[in-house]
């Protein structure tokens, strides 16, 4: 005869079940919400901006996985899949500019200074998404990041109104992509409140004209 499970560890199991199916609804959420819109750089289609998150600086330089996203967005750009790029990272401090470092990178690799515009309020993806579309104007857009973050800025930014595909970055599945893709499962729980609620971010300010400017070039 099998053993009964004594009540008490019945009701664990039940809360540890419960806890994992709890724990992975938001990560469903993202991915249902991505839907098929994750494409490979040669599959994407066209667009008028590629919006590139930021992704942080080494001694004032994009870090090696910016660097990645930004090659991707000149490429994009290159390839006459956009006409412009709008860079979105951290710029809160004086000695810390991202946008700009972005901003020179892509410069550096052929794209027009007039192509590229900087959101210096891009905190998080929640932030770059909505500000895209409330300060910048972005409908339509191509997403360019990481494969683990990009079905998370997808369903961002389509839940901020842009009609988004996103270009997902391969990388080399080591440290430091593990420890994004574990990040993720905090960040699809932050992104479905943001999707629900759709919160200011943190800074809005006026409507700026650059990407129309860049757009209209």
């Not at 000695?95 to 200074?113: F, Q, S």
Request: glycine letters at 12%; charged letters at 25%; proline letters at 5%.
């Amino acid at each position: 005869m099998g053993r009964t499970v004594e009540p008490g560890r019945r009701q664990v199991l039940q809360t540890a079940v419960l806890l994992c199916v709890l724990g992975l609804l938001p990560a469903t959420w993202v991915a249902v919400s991505a839907g098929d819109r994750v494409r490979t750089l040669g599959g994407a289609p066209a667009a008028p901006v590629a919006v590139v998150f930021g992704a942080g600086l080494w001694d004032g330089e994009p870090s090696p996985y910016l660097a990645h996203r930004l090659d991707a967005a000149a490429e994009l750009y290159g390839r006459g899949r956009v006409r412009a790029v709008l860079v979105t990272g951290d710029n809160s401090r004086r000695d810390y500019d991202e946008t700009g470092a972005m901003r020179d990178y892509l410069v550096r690799r052929g794209v027009p200074a007039e192509d590229v515009v900087g959101d210096h309020a891009g905190f998080d993806t929640w932030d770059s998404c909505a500000r895209a579309r409330r300060i910048f104007g972005v409908e339509r857009a191509l997403l360019v990041s990481q494969g683990f973050h990009i079905r998370r800025a997808l369903a961002l930014c389509r839940a901020a109104g842009i009609d988004a595909y996103g270009v997902g970055v391969a990388e080399p599945h080591d440290a430091t992509w593990y420890y994004g893709a574990l990040r993720e499962v905090a960040g699809a729980a932050k992104a479905g409140l943001e999707a629900t609620f759709t919160p200011d971010p943190h800074f809005l300010g006026p409507r700026e004209r650059g990407l129309d400017r860049a757009l209209a070039g």
